[in-house]
């Protein structure tokens, strides 16, 4: 985007120069000239610029070579494929450099990488295309027949556009007894013609004559224009006007108002009556150029029409004073236009390069040009522009800038950079010119891709479905385009033994993560991997975050009951005596669950009871206990049915089957329950094989000792039959069991031994086998 527009000056970095003065050739560079005939033909060979620069084949191409005229114009171009300096348009001398001498275009020659310039100018000779034209077809003079000879009469110029040789060079007559012209050079450069009168006139012989006068360039052949002239011969007119100065000088601001007054001129007739009453007129008149206009009667001379310095800078104006007879003199005036502040600055943009790269420094952004049309101290100018952006403006050769980075850019920080350039010239008022560009800075890939978190932990609930999506990882890079397309990866995993590829997968385009198959909570509660994410530039920037994957528990495992053993060959039979009091412990139902939380929260129940109300179940650690006082009335044999359940949704559950018999006194015989009479050499589980040596492992010196005092109290008794008891192997109970309680952890070790009449008579033996 680009927009000029004047504004108002206000405080910028400036960098002054001197348009006028200034000359600033690149090192080691020289100016070089070259001509051409005006009109020749588009696309004529101008100059070899490989060979007159001194440069290699193909470094004009290389270095991306341009021709820079001032305005923009572009008089030549290069061939695009010799890199042949050619013309490209005609071109017209007069059109051009008008009257100007020589006709020279001065251009430079831009070349990048580095930045160079090269001083040259092309100069347009002139053809003899223009033949002299008078600004009228006749020409009226009034002579009197007492005019001594010898007296010159001025006459209308020829104008010829052509320039030296070719222009304008003399003036004839046609062959006539009493005249003959003069070629008079004048001050300004140009040729007069002017009539000499060689011998009287007579009216009455010859009242009127009509001669042909002829305009000559010096062209070759040479061109020629003619106008005719009649003179009308006066009866006696003694006297001619006179102007009081036969020159005059006078000087008009060019923002003069049509219909200011430029200068008064006065001449005199010494005659009277109507040969001495005068009126003035504009000798030389050019309709479409001239700017000034007289008064008949009075002579003030007066602008017609506006002025421009820049156009012409002074104009050569012949006045005529005519008296009644028909006499004439003649006076000459030059009117300098004086220059006022009229013009802004130009900015001609030559180079600009957009978008510019981030990382580097000094990168040439644009090049350019400025100038005024103005003279003077009105064509001074600085260019500046805005403090705070990180550009320098640096002069190059004669009137040329270049605007480059003052260091390497951020495309993060900053993307894009409007820059205003201000051109101020130093005349009064001032005037400037300001020019807007748009640089977008082009990234670079300096930034690898950031994750949003330096690590995430994730939550799936086992037994997913496979291919479910678990969550996503997110990273961001501040590059733009390729530079910031993010590709997601799974990194090698930190534990060897995990099988990563086997557990989850990832999305290489967003970064969702999947879970490949279903997780157990039981085998794998949580894993770690990490996640890779690399950019696609070139070279790629990655980097990576830590991924934890929490399995969460569902409640997939049923309570598993430790105590009793569920064994139909040997059942578990508990003895309570009769005269336990309410809340007697009787046993203690010891389950455990695979799962956790409050899935492993277990709760018991007691669902079925021989006589319901004997007995009840401690909902929160399995305690078997009397509900009531014991009695005789109550059966000896009782069958309890507990339920263990979970706190999981929805809950699983386990049952477990107690047996208890009621005895008067553990001197009885230990009774067998009638289910369990042909148990006796059944093997004993493995489990309860296990349990067997733990206990005895962890107990062993307390468990010797019971177990003697109760063989010596057996051995007493002779001949009494042993009954059915709750053992695993050899009479032992199991021991070193973990209980389950209300909150789901393991407790205190289970020891149960003895006989109905050593519990009785000793209670810490009894209850140092119980769940306290």
Not at 174 to 195: A, I, Q, W, Y
Not at 650 to 655: H, Q
Not at 694 to 715: E, G, K, Q, T
Request: charged content about 20%; some cysteine; aromatic content about 8%.
């Amino acid at each position: 985007m680009e927009m000029v527009q004047t504004k108002v000056h206000h405080k910028k970095r400036q960098v002054v120069i001197f348009i006028i003065l200034i000359l600033l050739w690149e090192a080691g560079s020289e100016s070089i000239q070259y001509s051409i005939l005006e009109e020749t033909e588009s696309g004529t060979f101008v100059a070899n610029l490989t060979k007159d620069l001194g440069l290699t084949m193909g470094e004009l191409a290389a270095r991306a070579a341009r021709v820079v005229f001032k305005g923009n114009r572009q008089y030549l171009q290069f061939d695009p494929e010799t890199y042949d300096l050619l013309l490209n348009e005609k071109l017209d001398r007069e059109e051009l450099c008008g009257s100007t001498e020589p006709c020279v275009l001065p251009f430079q020659v831009l070349l990048e990488n580095p930045l160079q310039f090269f001083q040259a100018a092309l100069l347009i000779r002139d053809i003899n295309d223009h033949a002299p034209e008078f600004p009228a077809r006749e020409m009226l003079l009034k002579i009197s027949e007492i005019t001594m000879p010898g007296k010159v009469f001025p006459l209308k110029m020829a104008q010829d556009l052509d320039a030296g040789s070719n222009s304008l060079q003399s003036y004839k007559i046609s062959s006539n007894p009493h005249f003959h012209v003069l070629t008079r050079n004048r001050k300004d450069g140009r040729k007069s013609p002017e009539l000499v009168l060689d011998k009287a006139l007579d009216r009455e012989e010859q009242p009127e004559l009509r001669l042909i006068l002829t305009a000559l360039d010096g062209g070759s052949p040479p061109r020629s224009g003619t106008t005719k002239i009649q003179i009308m011969v006066l009866d006696s007119n003694d006297n001619a006007p006179e102007f009081a100065q036969e020159f005059y000088e006078a000087q008009v601001p060019e923002n003069s108002s049509v219909g200011s007054l430029v200068l008064t001129v006065s001449a005199r007739d010494l005659d009277a009556g109507s040969f001495g009453q005068v009126s003035y007129a504009l000798f030389q008149v050019d309709d479409v150029n001239q700017p000034f206009e007289i008064n008949a009667n009075t002579g003030e001379i007066r602008l017609r029409k506006a002025l421009d310095f820049e156009e012409f800078q002074s104009y050569q104006v012949d006045v005529e004073a005519t008296d009644g007879g028909g006499l004439s003199g003649k006076c000459s005036l030059v009117i300098k236009v004086l220059d006022v502040n009229d013009n802004a600055p130009e900015l001609t943009m030559s180079s600009l390069t957009n978008p510019i790269p981030e990382n580097l420094p000094e990168i040439i952004v644009a090049v350019f040009s400025v100038s005024d049309a103005d003279s003077g101290h009105n064509q001074q100018v600085t260019c500046s522009i805005d403090d705070n952006l990180p550009f320098l403006l640096r002069t190059s050769v004669e009137n040329f800038y270049t605007l480059v980075t003052e260091g390497a850019l951020d495309r993060e920080s900053r993307a894009e950079y409007n820059i205003t350039i201000t051109v101020t010239d130093m005349g009064t008022p001032r005037l400037k010119t300001e020019h807007n560009i748009t640089v977008l800075v082009s990234d670079v890939n300096d930034n690898a891709p950031a994750f949003t978190q330096t690590s995430y932990t994730l939550s799936v609930r086992e037994n997913n479905s496979p291919a479910l999506h678990i969550g996503s990882v997110r990273a961001t890079d501040r590059d733009a385009g390729a530079n910031a397309q993010v590709t997601y990866s799974l990194l090698p995993p930190l534990d060897a033994h995990v099988p990563l590829a086997s557990l989850v997968s990832i999305n290489p385009d967003n970064g969702h993560l999947f879970a490949l198959r279903s997780l157990d909570y039981e085998a794998l509660r949580a894993f770690e991997f990490r996640v890779g994410a690399a950019d696609r530039g070139s070279p790629a920037l990655s980097s990576q975050a830590l991924v934890r994957v929490l399995v969460a528990d569902d409640n997939d495992n049923a309570p598993f009951v430790l105590y009793p053993l569920q064994n139909a060959s040997a059942p578990c039979t508990e003895l309570v005596p009769r005269a336990a009091e309410a809340g007697y412990l009787v046993t203690k139902v010891v389950a455990v669950d695979g799962d956790s939380g409050q899935n492993a929260w277990l709760s018991y129940q007691l669902l079925k009871a021989t006589e319901p109300g004997l007995f009840g179940v401690w909902a929160h650690n399995g305690e078997v206990r009397t509900a009531r006082l014991l009695s005789e009335r109550d059966a000896a044999k009782h069958r309890l049915l507990v339920l263990v359940k979970d706190n999981g949704e929805p809950p699983l559950s386990a049952s477990v089957t107690l047996h208890v018999l009621l005895v008067d006194g553990f001197s009885q015989p230990y009774l067998p329950a009638p289910e369990a009479e042909a148990a006796d050499a059944a093997p004993a589980a493995p489990l309860t094989v296990y349990l067997v040596v733990a206990l005895a492992s962890v107990s062993s010196l307390f468990l010797f000792s019971v177990l003697v005092f109760v063989a010596v109290r057996l051995c007493r008794r002779g001949g009494a039959a042993s009954v059915g008891r709750c053992s695993v192997s050899e009479g032992h109970f199991p021991g070193h069991l973990v209980d389950v309680s209300g909150t789901g952890t393991l407790s205190q070790s289970y020891q149960y031994e003895g006989t109905r009449r050593e519990m009785e008579e000793n209670p810490t033996v009894r209850n140092s086998f119980l769940f306290s």
